[in-house]
């Protein structure tokens, strides 16, 4: 299994810019962010000093979302809101060249909180994303959260998530298995790898209960990684957990 850090949930005591040297030294060569910025169009300088350190740290991203509105704040992506939908559509090309330059291939794409959403304004959206995503190579992936902590957020299951990437019809739309929020839902996320990790584009970890590091809670993670592996699935598997407690992050593989 290849393993990335996700600089937006782990390693947030210090500032965004010392973050891919921290997962550096912490012995990753791989990391993913969230939409890092306040705003769809950062600017130069910003963009640049980000960039800067990723290369400087000597990792690879390999993860990025679009622009997803104020996460922090509740708001859960922009493709399906009418009142997102323009602040969408202008980081797309901001996303997508930021990619590019640092080799990313997946670009993650939220559907964005009800009431409200509007489903054929989403599936526009992410052809958007998806033919601009082409041009540099890359993937963009489709999640599905649980609704016990997104209690508006419609896409909470694998087969919501792959009816939308069906309707979307471009090649380069894949889901992203967030095994987290899936296991959350009740999904056998044993059976879903088994069956479906071709249409995998990406994979996030962390355990249930609790959201905490792979081994900590319940899900059978060495049994996950065993059947990812038997499926063929290439991909990273993005570390997605919260690091709690004292001491510095540490990540053993289960």
Not at 81 to 88: E, H, N
Not at 92 to 121: K, M, Q, S, W
Not at 166 to 187: I, K, P, T
């Amino acid at each position: 299994m290849k393993f990335d850090v996700n600089l937006s949930i782990l390693l947030t005591d210090l500032p965004l810019l010392e973050r891919p040297a921290a997962a550096a030294k912490a012995g990753f060569d791989a990391v993913e962010l969230w939409w890092p910025f306040p705003a769809p169009d950062p600017g130069a300088a910003d963009l640049a000093a980000l960039r800067q350190a990723i290369e400087d740290a000597g990792v690879r991203l390999v993860g990025l979302n679009f622009d997803a509105g104020d996460m922090a704040a509740g708001e859960r992506g922009l493709l399906a809101r009418p009142d997102g939908s323009d602040r969408f559509r202008a980081n797309i090309d901001v996303a997508v060249r930021f990619a590019g330059e640092l080799g990313c291939g997946v670009l993650n794409a939220l559907y964005g909180n009800g009431p409200g959403t509007d489903h054929a304004l989403a599936v526009d959206n992410l052809r958007r994303a998806a033919d601009a995503a082409a041009g540099i190579g890359a993937t963009v992936v489709v999640e599905a959260l649980n609704s016990h902590e997104n209690p508006h957020y419609p896409i909470t299951s694998s087969q919501a998530a792959f009816e939308l990437i069906d309707e979307v019809d471009r090649d380069n739309v894949a889901f992203l298995a967030d095994l987290y929020h899936l296991n959350r839902m009740g999904e056998d996320v044993l059976a879903l790898t088994d069956r479906h990790a071709a249409r995998f584009g990406h994979v996030q970890i962390a355990d249930d209960p609790g959201r905490g590091r792979p081994g900590s809670g319940r899900m059978p993670y060495a049994e996950i990684f065993a059947r990812l592996e038997a499926a063929g699935y290439h991909g990273h598997v993005g570390l997605e957990y919260r690091h709690e407690g004292p001491g510095a992050f540490d990540w053993r593989q289960t």
